[in-house]
């Protein structure tokens, strides 16, 4: 009597290295979808973005022959400089061409290469966008773990002062957060970004705050719906009743589940702060991306507004990518398009 062997667990369909091997399918799956997305949406936005310049009152000729006297033929010799004697179309091809080499222009306002300009304004608001995000996760998930796990007086008023907190705009938090941590209590400095490192860190303090205060409140209120309703769930209970560990269950059945809904709103809300960086850098003067905007805009320096508007688009879809693969690594369920079926 012959007794043949079973195949190895480890081969079988639901073993940890197919699992593994599926898993890994579904990430390149959704790396490819998304990066053919970020394309597309970087076309799409190029030419909306360089539409709707040319769309808006005032031209850049306007800028660079204001308060001069010039000929005509002066005239004509700047706009075949900057390429604005010719059509809308043929310039949105010639500067897509650009883009598409690294190229994104000359600065009619500081005479400089556009990528140079992101590359010397760009630290700024990317260290105050991570200390605000990390401000975010840590204080927001902290709120709301707190507020989810112990319902009581002190988990009421904190989520009124959240709920207060979310009502304010970020201008009038870093008008307040200015006078009263900076004029008053001289605790941390008015504007500027400081000598660089730790210095430019300090010096951001204070911004970063004020960027992620509205975010951190409503995270926490987040956080704290999501881990009510997970303690609430049937398999909850029932481990509780059977006797397992509070903490146990808490680690592995509440928090686990809870995180992906804020997960996801945490990370929209982050890169919402990208947005939101332009307000806050004009308050307290830092020369960061946002206030590089905002004087190109006024003084209709197309090249860079069109420039960095292309940098926001971008990192905000690649923060949604980011996402979507944290979704994929937290639920293996979760299959390429990031959502389950």
């Known amino acids: 009597m012959s007794v043949h062997a079973a195949p190895p667990a480890a081969?079988?369909?639901?073993?940890?290295?197919?699992?593994?091997?599926?898993?890994?399918?579904?990430?390149?799956?959704?790396?490819?979808?998304?990066?053919?997305?970020?394309?597309?949406?970087?076309?799409?936005?190029?030419?909306?973005?360089?539409?709707?310049?040319?769309?808006?009152?005032?031209?850049?000729?306007?800028?660079?022959?204001?308060?001069?006297s010039m000929s005509p033929e002066a005239i004509a010799q700047l706009e075949q400089q900057y390429h604005l004697d010719e059509p809308v179309p043929l310039q949105y091809?010639?500067?897509?061409?650009?883009?598409?080499?690294?190229?994104?222009?000359?600065?009619?306002?500081?005479?400089?290469?556009?990528?140079?300009?992101?590359?010397s304004h760009g630290p700024?608001?990317?260290?105050?966008?991570?200390?605000?995000?990390?401000?975010?996760?840590?204080?927001?998930?902290?709120?709301?773990?707190f507020a989810g796990l112990r319902p009581g007086v002190a988990s009421s008023s904190i989520m009124a002062a959240a709920t207060a907190v979310m009502a304010v705009p970020a201008f009038v938090a870093a008008v307040v957060l200015t006078l009263v941590f900076a004029v008053v209590l001289g605790w941390f400095p008015v504007f500027g970004t400081g000598n660089g490192g730790l210095d430019t860190v300090y010096h951001l303090i204070l911004p970063a705050i004020a960027?992620?205060?509205?975010?951190?409140?409503?995270?926490?209120?987040?956080?704290?719906?999501?881990?009510?309703?997970?303690?609430?769930?049937d398999h909850v209970q029932t481990a509780i009743s059977r006797?397992?560990?509070?903490?146990?269950?808490?680690?592995?059945?509440?928090?686990?589940?809870?995180?992906?809904?804020?997960?996801?709103?945490?990370?929209?809300?982050?890169?919402?702060?990208?947005?939101g960086s332009v307000v806050v850098e004009q308050v307290f003067q830092l020369n960061g991306l946002g206030s590089l905007l905002v004087t190109s805009v006024q003084q209709k320096d197309f090249p860079v507004v069109q420039g960095i508007c292309l940098?926001?688009?971008?990192?905000?879809?690649?923060?949604?990518?980011?996402?979507?693969?944290?979704?994929?690594?937290?639920?293996?369920?979760?299959?390429?398009s990031g959502r389950k079926q």
Do not use: C
Not at 312 to 336: E, G, K, Q, W
């Open 243 to 275: 006797g397992l560990p509070y903490r146990f269950v808490i680690r592995r059945h509440v928090l686990r589940n809870a995180a992906m809904p804020v997960l996801t709103v945490a990370g929209l809300t982050i890169a919402g702060l990208i947005a």
């Open 124 to 145: 700024i608001t990317l260290v105050l966008v991570v200390l605000s995000a990390i401000l975010v996760i840590a204080f927001g998930l902290a709120v709301g773990v």
């Open 211 to 233: 960027l992620s205060l509205a975010s951190v409140a409503f995270v926490g209120r987040l956080a704290q719906a999501a881990i009510r309703q997970e303690m609430k769930a």
């Open 11 to 68: 081969l079988g369909a639901g073993s940890p290295r197919h699992n593994n091997k599926r898993l890994a399918v579904n990430v390149l799956k959704l790396v490819a979808a998304r990066l053919a997305g970020l394309l597309g949406t970087l076309f799409v936005a190029s030419i909306v973005i360089f539409g709707a310049l040319y769309l808006a009152p005032g031209s850049p000729l306007t800028f660079l022959t204001h308060g001069r």
């Open 93 to 119: 091809l010639r500067w897509l061409g650009g883009v598409l080499h690294g190229d994104f222009g000359t600065s009619i306002l500081f005479h400089e290469s556009v990528g140079s300009l992101l590359g």
């Open 311 to 336: 940098v926001y688009v971008a990192a905000f879809i690649v923060l949604n990518t980011l996402i979507d693969l944290a979704y994929s690594v937290l639920d293996p369920r979760v299959p390429a």
